[in-house]
């Protein structure tokens, strides 16, 4: 059983739409849940990232982690086409060297 | 500020031969990370440093060996090159001790073994 699972995509919406992102996880050590947004030929950048269980909110985007059922959430409201990009999930494991466990990522695609 | 920069941003190399992916950071970052990248596929961590002088192995580490004599740079090397290390290569750093600090990723090093 693999670490993380992400759907992989591709995800295509229109411009305005909500978009959702999940992930599930097996390691229920994990505490800390890191969003990475990744633009063609660049780096992954954090996008946000959240404690244990529970919403956090920044700006259009608000994650969710539901500890009980190991589920990651990525929420994109009124998605703008400039939020065209690859979403990775990626617990972290706060023991060692602070490793991150992505997913796959999921692609974005939203259509002006 | 430079942030983590990688060099080359694209290679092509033969069979057999050797290669080094440099990376630096010049943020006093203590912690740094190899990963690799293969469409479909999340990053795996190869290596990983805690500070100048310590390494330790990841989750796929085979073909390739890591140094970090200083704080700033962590190169990767390949010594064979085979076609299964054709793929997308990122280093990242974070300042560990600090809270809880996300990892800063460079910008990649694309890597094609012909």
């Known amino acids: 059983q693999k670490e993380v699972e992400q759907d992989p995509g591709p995800l295509s919406v229109p411009e305005g739409a909500i978009v959702s992102l999940n992930c599930t996880y097996s390691?229920?050590?994990?505490?800390?849940f890191m969003w990475y947004r990744q633009y063609s030929r660049k780096g992954p950048e954090l996008l946000m990232y959240?404690?244990?269980?529970g919403n956090k909110e920044d700006g259009r985007f608000t994650a969710q982690v539901d500890k009980s059922s190991k589920y990651i959430s990525l929420f994109i409201r009124d998605s703008q086409p400039s939020d065209s990009a690859t979403y990775l999930c990626?617990?972290?494991?706060?023991?060692?060297?602070?490793?991150?466990?992505f997913g796959t990522g999921t692609r974005l695609t939203v259509i002006p | 500020n430079a942030g983590v920069t990688q060099t080359p941003k694209f290679r092509i190399l033969k069979i057999g031969q050797s290669m080094t992916l440099q990376c630096t950071q010049d943020?006093?970052?203590?912690?740094m990370y190899w990963y690799r990248q293969d469409p479909g596929m999340g990053l795996k961590l190869i290596y990983y440093?805690?500070?100048?002088?310590?390494?330790d192995k990841g989750e796929v580490p085979n073909g390739y060996n890591v140094s970090r004599s200083t704080t700033e740079d962590f190169p990767l090397r390949l010594e064979l090159a085979a076609p299964s290390q054709t793929s997308v290569y990122f280093c990242?750093?974070?300042?560990?001790?600090?809270?809880?600090?996300?990892?800063?990723f460079g910008d990649g090093t694309r890597l094609s073994i012909l």
């Open positions: 959240t404690y244990s269980s």
């Open positions: 440093s805690v500070g100048a002088g310590i390494t």
């Open positions: 943020m006093n970052h203590n912690y």
């Open positions: 390691n229920s050590a994990f505490q800390y």
């Open positions: 990242a750093s974070i300042r560990r001790g600090e809270g809880n600090q996300p990892q800063h």
């Open positions: 990626a617990p972290q494991d706060q023991t060692g060297a602070n490793n991150l466990f």
